[in-house]
């Protein structure tokens, strides 16, 4: 269910207490009670450092939740997308994302938060954002976060043919081509897996990702997902279980992409419908 921030309109202090990453450990952290006083062996000693203003992290009490993308997403995803890849090459263009979204809008999940209007709230995605589907009479919004916008292939990794847009695609008779979603598929091709900038490295991708798996584990609908990617995002795929199976042949922005792919589970389907 969604939460939203209008719960938490607390202003955050000025100045926030908290445990270095790389801490020297040279201080105890002293302990409540002294019922709960632990052995020196097992006691932990931390050091606290005084994160400036400026640099705390100014969104906190997110309650992200995930849900598929429709057509209505677009101009947040087209934002989203221009603002988490540097590289131009890198991004889908506003034409993917409409194809997309509105041929298979169930294969595409992004993940939101509900945040007031007004509240200072910095998004690269906030201008395209829409009221939550509630009848809220405070005006909160959803707004996009990251994103995982996929197709399907009648191949087993990602193609340049899987990666294209028919022609005419939205005209009444499209003509059948190999090139975009094919519907048939049992592959399920992640074109773009991206988070805005401000909201990257605590975990929300591994979030929407990890959501997105479980989603179609199960589903019936393919037999693997696969995508390509950049040798540095290799091993943060490889942790969330997807293997690499080399260097790809795509040509998709200059091509020097790896194939990953994460074959999905088969549960066996314990419901009846109609
Ligand atoms: C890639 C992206 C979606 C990851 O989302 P994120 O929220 O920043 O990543 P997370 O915080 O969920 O990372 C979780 C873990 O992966 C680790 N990690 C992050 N980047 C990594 C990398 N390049 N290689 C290996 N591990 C990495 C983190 O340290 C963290 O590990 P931990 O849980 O053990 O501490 C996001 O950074 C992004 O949008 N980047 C720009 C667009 C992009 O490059 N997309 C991928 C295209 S192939």
Known sequence: MPRDLSKDERSADPVTLTESPNSVMTERSPSPTSSEQSSPSTERQRQFVIVPEAQQVEATNLHPYTRPL?????????????AAFTNPNDRATPEKFKYRLSKCGELCLGIYCTVLPNSGFRAETLAASRPIETARKNGAISVLLGHVVASKTNDSTATDDSMGVPENWDSPHPVPTKRGHQEAGRTIV??????????????????LLMAYVQNMNGAGIADRLALIAHDHMVAWYEKLGFTNLGKSATQFGGGGWFDMILELKQLQSRATYG
């Open 70 to 82: 429709t057509v209505s997403d677009l101009d947040a995803c087209v934002a989203l997308e221009n």
């Open 190 to 207: 992640l074109h773009s897996v991206a988070l805005l900038p401000g909201f990257q490295g605590r975990g929300l991708g591994r979030v």
